[in-house]
C-alpha cells in the first residue's frame, strides 16, 4: 500500500515540476494600405492558418471576426488552449512542423470588403527552434493587441503621396511552454527526488 502512494505521490510531483508558461514569440504587424475604399471606422479582423492563402480549406481559426473600432486602440484579444472548434485546429497546426500559411484578413463590417495578408510560417516565425512553427511546443494561449488604428474615408486608394487609407498595427503573441526531450538521466534524477519527497511525507 505504502508503495503505490509513493508511486502516485511521485507522478504528481513530476507533474507540478512543469514550467510555467512563458511568451515563447512575439510580433507586431501593420495593415498601412488599402485597395479598397472604406467608408466607415468598424471592421473585424480574422487570424488563421491554412495550407493555402487563395484556397483556404480546413483553416484553422486562431482569432475569428474580432470586432474592432479606433476606440479599442490598447485593447488585448485573449483566447486559451481548450477554446474547442477552429481555434484547437489551429493549434494543432501550428505546431506540427509543417510549413503553412498565417493569413491574416481585415473586413469593412458595413460593406464587406477586406483586405488580406498572407504569411509563410517559416518567414512570419523566423528564428523560432521549433522551425518552420512551434514544432516540440505546447502552446496555451494567444493575444491580440490592437496597437493603432485609424482610418481616412474616401482617400484614393494607393494614391501617390496620399497618406494610407487605413492604418492599422497590432501585435501578436504567443504564450506557451518549451517541450524538452526527457532523457534517460533527466528521468531517473527527477523520479529520485519525487520518490524521497514522497517518502518524507508518508513518514511524517
Request: hydrophobic letters at 50%; proline letters at 6%; glycine letters at 10%.
Given at each position: 500500500?505504502?508503495?503505490?502512494?509513493?508511486?502516485?505521490?511521485?507522478?504528481?510531483?513530476?507533474?507540478?515540476?512543469?514550467?510555467?508558461?512563458?511568451?515563447?514569440?512575439?510580433?507586431?504587424?501593420?495593415?498601412?494600405?488599402?485597395?479598397?475604399?472604406?467608408?466607415?471606422?468598424?471592421?473585424?479582423?480574422?487570424?488563421?492558418?491554412?495550407?493555402?492563402?487563395?484556397?483556404?480549406?480546413?483553416?484553422?481559426?486562431?482569432?475569428?471576426?474580432?470586432?474592432?473600432?479606433?476606440?479599442?486602440?490598447?485593447?488585448?484579444?485573449?483566447?486559451?488552449?481548450?477554446?474547442?472548434?477552429?481555434?484547437?485546429?489551429?493549434?494543432?497546426?501550428?505546431?506540427?512542423?509543417?510549413?503553412?500559411?498565417?493569413?491574416?484578413?481585415?473586413?469593412?463590417?458595413?460593406?464587406?470588403?477586406?483586405?488580406?495578408?498572407?504569411?509563410?510560417?517559416?518567414?512570419?516565425?523566423?528564428?523560432?527552434?521549433?522551425?518552420?512553427?512551434?514544432?516540440?511546443?505546447?502552446?496555451?494561449?494567444?493575444?491580440?493587441?490592437?496597437?493603432?488604428?485609424?482610418?481616412?474615408?474616401?482617400?484614393?486608394?494607393?494614391?501617390?503621396?496620399?497618406?494610407?487609407?487605413?492604418?492599422?498595427?497590432?501585435?501578436?503573441?504567443?504564450?506557451g511552454q518549451v517541450v524538452p526531450e526527457p532523457t534517460s538521466a533527466m528521468l531517473a534524477a527527477a523520479a529520485a527526488l519525487a520518490l524521497s519527497r514522497c517518502r518524507q511525507r508518508l513518514l511524517r
Amino acid at each position: 500500500m505504502n508503495r503505490v502512494a509513493i508511486w502516485a505521490c511521485g507522478l504528481v510531483l513530476l507533474g507540478a515540476t512543469s514550467a510555467p508558461a512563458a511568451v515563447l514569440f512575439e510580433r507586431s504587424l501593420a495593415v498601412d494600405r488599402s485597395n479598397n475604399v472604406f467608408a466607415s471606422t468598424r471592421f473585424t479582423l480574422s487570424l488563421d492558418v491554412t495550407p493555402s492563402f487563395l484556397a483556404p480549406t480546413s483553416a484553422g481559426a486562431m482569432f475569428f471576426d474580432v470586432s474592432i473600432t479606433p476606440a479599442d486602440v490598447g485593447s488585448v484579444f485573449a483566447l486559451t488552449g481548450g477554446a474547442g472548434g477552429d481555434f484547437d485546429a489551429a493549434i494543432g497546426r501550428l505546431t506540427d512542423g509543417v510549413d503553412e500559411i498565417l493569413r491574416v484578413v481585415f473586413t469593412e463590417e458595413s460593406t464587406g470588403r477586406a483586405e488580406k495578408r498572407g504569411f509563410a510560417e517559416s518567414g512570419f516565425f523566423a528564428g523560432m527552434n521549433g522551425w518552420p512553427d512551434f514544432g516540440g511546443m505546447t502552446i496555451e494561449e494567444l493575444r491580440l493587441r490592437i496597437d493603432r488604428f485609424s482610418l481616412v474615408p474616401g482617400t484614393i486608394p494607393l494614391a501617390p503621396g496620399a497618406p494610407p487609407q487605413v492604418d492599422l498595427g497590432f501585435t501578436l503573441q504567443v504564450v506557451g511552454q518549451v517541450v524538452p526531450e526527457p532523457t534517460s538521466a533527466m528521468l531517473a534524477a527527477a523520479a529520485a527526488l519525487a520518490l524521497s519527497r514522497c517518502r518524507q511525507r508518508l513518514l511524517r
